[in-house]
């Protein structure tokens, strides 16, 4: 599987910005749909947003529409999540995950299946 590394997470008020990044550590394919997931403190993980080969397509959870923007650049295999209006309830690690097949639809269904390949996450605290 892919390796992925994400980075740019941090401590911030509510109100504040964050632009989160994922690199993959070898070479991947440009048709590999890309997504963020988040995982708040005791609760499961949960699907954020995801990008189509090209970025033509998106998709996000109702939660974040409006505040959150996902985007790749396929040259340096890397995928962002930028996050303004940040809310308290945004608290998690965020994790970055990628799969050669699925839709930017059926990529969010991907949490507790074995699809796919994972980041190890990255730390969002947002304060009130």
């Known amino acids: 599987q892919v390796q992925l590394v994400e980075s740019g997470g941090g401590l911030v008020q509510a109100g504040d910005s964050l632009r989160l990044s994922c690199t993959a550590s070898?070479?991947?394919?440009?048709?590999?749909?890309m997504a963020w997931f988040r995982q708040p403190p005791g609760k499961e993980r949960e699907f954020v947003a995801a990008?189509?080969?090209?970025?033509?397509?998106?998709y996000y959870v109702d939660s974040v529409k409006g505040r959150f923007t996902i985007s790749r650049d396929n040259a340096k295999n890397t995928v962002y999540l930028q996050m303004n209006s940040l809310k308290p309830d945004d608290t998690a690690i965020y994790y970055c995950a990628t799969d050669p097949q699925l839709s930017v639809i059926t990529i969010a269904k991907m949490v507790g299946t074995t699809r796919g390949s994972w980041g190890q996450g990255t730390q969002v605290t947002v304060s009130s």
């Open positions: 990008i189509n080969w090209n970025g033509i397509s998106t």
């Open positions: 070898k070479h991947t394919d440009n048709t590999y749909t």
